[in-house]
């Protein structure tokens, strides 16, 4: 049994235990664990997770509209808390993937699909979740790699941090990369 009580964490963990698939366009799984897992700490009812079928088979997605933020709001502040030091000791890229897929989830259209949806009530609601999201982990990140990361690198997360820019699952793989010279390891695929 796992007594993380950051409900984030316990997935996170839990993904990397079992062998989760975290490819985010997996078209054999759809990632659906992770996904459901996602929803249901928005929904505030992640299970104790002890393997696979811990994980309901039915799609707990919809299309994003009114009630949804209050599953955004929840699931964005238990990322925003989760502590990412004690995730870096799982096996690399597993966290980093379940990561990938968490920011993915909260990815905004660069341009609305569809006209007004700008005005729609969970638009600017759904990107202050992404925005608590981006702030938290790329704090955390800085502190993880220090200095020694490409300048480029560290000027994006100290972006995301003061809130100025967000954080996209491709933003991963150069922290990877830095996370791995930091520890002086080979890099992962």
Not at 14 to 40: F, M, S
Not at 63 to 92: M, V, Y
């Amino acid at each position: 049994m796992n007594y993380q009580t950051n409900a984030f964490e316990r997935l996170v963990t839990a993904a990397c235990d079992l062998n989760l698939c975290w490819r985010l366009y997996c078209g054999t799984c759809g990632n659906h664990e992770i996904r459901n897992g996602l929803e249901l700490i928005g929904m505030g009812k992640l299970p104790d997770i002890v393997d696979k079928k811990s994980f309901p088979d039915d799609q707990l997605f919809d299309n994003r509209q009114g009630q949804c933020f209050k599953r955004d709001i929840n699931l964005a502040s238990e990322c925003a808390t989760a502590d990412l030091h004690s995730l870096a000791k799982l096996p690399r890229p597993d966290w980093l993937g379940s990561l990938g897929l968490t920011l993915y989830r909260f990815r905004m259209p660069r341009v609305p699909f569809w006209k007004g949806q700008e005005d729609a009530p969970d638009f600017e609601q759904r990107e202050d979740c992404w925005s608590l999201i981006s702030s938290s982990w790329a704090a955390q990140f800085l502190n993880m790699l220090g200095d020694s990361a490409d300048e480029t690198l560290l000027k994006k997360l100290e972006a995301c941090e003061a809130g100025k820019d967000y954080l996209h699952w491709q933003d991963l793989t150069p922290i990877n990369v830095a996370l791995a010279a930091v520890k002086g390891e080979a890099v992962f695929p």
